[in-house]
């Protein structure tokens, strides 16, 4: 069955701190990992796609990367607005994905 | 948002009646879904589907049923609302080209 767990559960960061999510997942095929932000009350924002072990993508003061068991989201420098729920996701064959259950990342100026 | 509305997006009702959330896309993609987000479970599959008329279960379809008859709608209803049911739930389409789900802004259920 496929899983993914995210740690830490919350995060409090000050303005400035850079830090690193983690996301830790069984799947028969990885076919995609994902993260998206998540803001109170609004959907989930795809942020990132990786395929591939020792790929890496990077957004503004966000890189994510990827291992065979991990994928880590690095926060660096962060800023008050980077202040939201980051979920992980996983597909093995394209169109159904499981989701971890977030972190939760305050940055606090 | 990848045109993604859902109606209506806040509800209250009361336990033991029907209730149906509407889910439209603009962009004709063939994949839909229905999650329901709680804390400490995160994102979870109720329903999704594949095609007009094609659908299928997910780990949390106790409750639920769905119906689309267009490429545009999924709808979700609850046939007889419960408390457990009190929850976020989201709308999702999955763009094969891209290979990325997209998100719609959410209804919030309240079951009194």
């Known amino acids: 069955e496929d899983q993914v767990t995210q740690s830490p559960e919350a995060l409090r960061l000050q303005e400035g701190e850079s830090s690193s999510l983690n996301c830790s997942y069984t799947v028969s095929g990885l076919r995609g990992l994902f993260w998206y932000r998540q803001d109170p009350g609004k959907g989930p924002e795809f942020l990132f796609t990786l395929y591939s072990a020792g790929e890496e993508k990077e957004k503004e003061r966000l890189k994510a990367t990827l291992t065979k068991k991990e994928s880590f989201l690095h926060i660096t420098a962060p800023k008050p607005e980077d202040s939201a729920t980051y979920l992980c996701?996983?597909?093995?064959?394209?169109?159904?994905?499981?989701f971890g259950p977030g972190t939760r990342l305050s940055v606090l100026p | 948002d990848a045109g993604i509305t859902q109606s209506p997006r806040h509800k209250v009702t009361e336990t033991g009646t029907p209730v149906t959330l509407r889910c439209h896309q603009t962009e004709n993609h063939r994949y839909m879904y229905w999650y329901r987000q709680d804390p400490g479970h995160g994102l979870r599959l109720i329903h999704y589907?594949?095609?007009?008329?094609?659908?299928d279960k997910g780990e949390v379809s106790d409750g639920y049923s769905v119906s689309r008859s267009k490429t545009e709608d999924f709808l979700l209803t609850l046939e007889s609302a419960t408390s457990s049911q009190t929850s976020v739930y989201f709308c999702a389409i999955y763009d094969r080209d891209k290979n990325i789900q997209y998100f719609g802004a959410g209804t919030r259920l309240s079951v009194l």
């Open positions: 589907s594949y095609g007009v008329k094609d659908t």
């Open positions: 996701a996983v597909t093995n064959y394209g169109q159904n994905f499981v």
